[in-house]
């Protein structure tokens, strides 16, 4: 049946009678994912709820002997129609197999390095045979074809070992189960290397493994411990016997020369004498050098003549290349079945379904046919086209009816995937298959496939085919214009997100679904959609309650810092402090005063510390700036004690004292800050020296007022020279003045040693603004001058300095 369009199928017409049969039901498959139940439905998309309580599976039992046998042949090719085939030889591995042997009984690792055609798979079923029975867990046969991810990888280890046919586990269970696996395995086709095959040794650390790549693999890591094993061609003894194995006779003269010839050239590559030997085969049927044939002689409506003219040997570069000649030796159906698998992209469809795609009721010996010319080789439980035989024959003309192969294995497909006998097993084995006849088919094709094998794909737990059908078909919907299919589409894929974890996606995925259900007035599919939409809201809204955000909160109020009850109080972030009582505050006093203040202030106070430890209490200002602001810190004197006094360890009778000698000393700061700048300004005014000699004064100019930086520039000019207490505000202001802290906490003067004299001329220009012409109208008081006296060699004769009177 064909759910989709609704049509019957002409085998599903008439029942075991004659009779017209009644619809099958629709393949509705429920499964175990995680944390939640999934049920595939074909028609109208996969629901997914929540485990209920009591009805969660156990831990799974891992399989005997007899189900493992029996899981390991479903992973081997198919058995071929006809004859069975015997197993070519192993010719010149004996050495390789033992020590891989070895090291697997040891419990090491193996990377199989060899070109293509080199034999690895022969190989490794040799070794299959004789690690039968050394590890717990048997021997596990997988493909790494196509998987770049161990996350699959996994997934089919965890199937093949434990019975759990319809549990799928999220990755933590996985991660448990799997790391109980004790087996040897033997993984094919590597395509991974680096940190993803580093993840997937880490998983299962109990597994010997013999990973067989070609040299542009990516290498393992440094970290893996892989020991490496290189598999490379044959000798020519050795190729020599591989071809009269292969035809059956002894080879002549002029065959071993070009034999040898080949092997030089093909670097003795087991394949290309497989191939070989099939070009010799074919050779004699065409000469027919059997003895029967030569005996017998042709009838009249025999197409061979009498007299038929000898085939030659292969050239070198025949030989070398033999696709194309092979190909065109072999039966008609055969030839259909090579354009077929080049449509697929180097994928050959299982032999069953070549009758119905080749037309030829005969066809499905074309399979055993190709594999025994060499052109085939087994890749897990499928066959494609081998190394550069894909390349061959397109160039030969069999890839120009690639799109034609495609769109006609698709529309079988459609039909197959969907048929009820048909199990999702047997869908999963032919994974490759349907998305190579994907990939190639058109938007309509494309769509129906698509629909049809999803819920094959989602059913036999093969998850990463699912997601790329889904992938596919949503893509090709949207250029059909299929709407009601993109919704189903992205429908799936929201529920394959969650079963897998991924929250954003599966939102994403379901909202489209919901918003294109909703335009096409699906109440039914809407309310399925904001079902699953709602498990993604409880996990979300589960994940921040498990693991909330990191969030910066200010210090409670009721648990203030731990300080030491004897440390003197932090300075007062308030302006206006209370005065200091006069008896010293008790120590209960300041931590009952400490829950009170805001947490700001009690974290972002930082109190002086001294850094300058001294025997006895400082007493002088100058010994408290330097223990409050120290330039460099210096050790303490005296003896080193025994343990280090910690800090705040002063007895609280000297606390307000300290408090006290503090405040006057940022007093005393102050003052002398504001003292070293008009002391500064000063300076900066006077002009160079000028020789030494009794200063005469002259008739005076009016000069404007010095402006003392930093100031207002109203200020009162310079007191008079007659001015009493003019020389000691000069002699304050000078640059070489120091002053130093009395015992009282006063400032005195001391005058410099060699006092320089200060010569009674102008200002520069540069450091007072030149001053405003005088209105000519005014009259301009003119000073009397007032001759000074000559000043003794130790004294300073001050300038004059004309008052201006209004």
Known sequence: MDRTQGQTHPEELSGPAGNPAAPAPARIVSLTAGDYTLTVNPVDGSEIEPIRPGTAAGRPAKRDAAARGARDAAARPPVLPGAPASAPPLYAREEERERLVRLLARGRSVRLTGPAGSGRTALLDAVADRCAGLAPDGVVRLSGHGHQQPGELLHALYATVYEASDQRPDRIELLSRVRDIGAVVLLDDLEMGGPALDELLRATP?????????????????????????????????????????????????????????????????????????????????????????????????????????????????????????????????????????????????????????????????????????????????????????????????????????????????????????????????????????????????????????????????????????????????????????????????????????????????????????????????????????????????????????????????????????????????????????????PEAVTEALPAAAPEAVTRVTPIVPVIGRSEAPSTLSEVFEDAFPLSPKPAAGPKPAAPRPPYAEPPADSARRRRILLAGAGALTVVALGTVVSLAVGSSDSPEPTRGPAVSSTPTRVAPPVVPGTSGNDPAAPAPSDPAAPSQSAAAEPGATGSPGPTGSTRTTPSRKPAPTPPSTRPTSATPSPTPPDPGTPTPTPTPTPSATAAPTETVAPQSPTATT
């Not at 040997?313 to 065109?328: C, I, K, N, R």
């Not at 309310?527 to 910066?552: C, I, N, T, Y």
Request: proline letters at 8%; one cysteine or more; glycine letters at 8%.
């Open 206 to 586: 109990e597994c010997a493994y013999l990973l067989a790549a070609t040299p542009e693999t990516r290498a393992p890591s440094d970290d893996s411990h892989l020991e490496e094993v290189f598999l490379g061609g044959l000798g020519k003894s050795d190729c020599l016997e591989l071809l009269e194995a292969g035809i059956g006779r002894p080879l002549t003269d002029l065959e071993t020369a070009w034999a040898g010839d080949l092997r030089f050239a093909s670097e003795g590559l087991p394949l290309r004498f497989v191939q070989a030997a099939a070009l010799l085969r074919q050779r004699d049927e065409l000469n027919h050098t059997d003895e029967d044939d030569d005996e017998e002689e042709p009838g009249v409506f025999e197409e061979r003549p009498r007299d038929a003219v000898e085939v030659p040997l292969p050239t070198l570069a025949e030989g070398a290349a033999p696709a194309e000649l092979l190909a065109s030796r072999v039966s008609e159906s055969a030839r259909a079945a090579l354009r077929i698998a080049c449509g697929l992209g180097g994928e050959m469809p299982h032999h069953a379904h070549l009758p119905a795609l080749v037309g030829d009721t005969h066809a499905d010996s074309a399979v055993a046919e190709l594999l025994a010319c060499g052109l085939l080789t087994a890749v897990g439980p499928r066959y494609r086209l081998a190394a550069g035989v894909a390349r061959q024959l397109e160039e030969a003309g069999y890839g120009d009816t690639a799109a034609e192969g495609a769109r006609t294995a698709a529309r079988h497909y459609a039909w197959w995937t969907g048929h009820t006998s048909v199990t999702p097993e047997r869908v999963a084995a032919e994974a490759d298959a349907v998305l190579a006849a994907l990939a190639g088919a058109d938007v309509v094709a494309a769509v129906l496939l698509a629909r049809t094998a999803a819920p094959a794909f989602a059913a036999s737990l093969h998850w990463e085919a699912w997601e790329r059908v889904l992938r596919s078909g949503a893509e090709a919907a949207r250029k059909a214009g299929e709407v009601a299919e993109q919704a189903y589409f992205h429908h799936e894929l929201g529920v394959l997100a969650l079963c897998e974890g991924r929250l954003d996606r599966a939102r994403a995925e379901l909202e489209t679904s919901i918003g294109l259900k909703g335009a096409l007035a699906d109440k039914r599919g809407t309310v399925a959609g904001r079902r699953a939409l709602a498990l993604v809201v409880d996990r979300e809204a589960a994940g921040v309650a498990a693991s909330p955000p990191l969030r910066l909160e200010a210090p409670s109020t009721t648990t203030p810092p731990a300080l030491p009850t004897a440390s003197p109080p932090a300075l007062p972030a308030a302006p206006a402090a209370p005065p200091a009582p006069a008896a010293p505050p008790a």
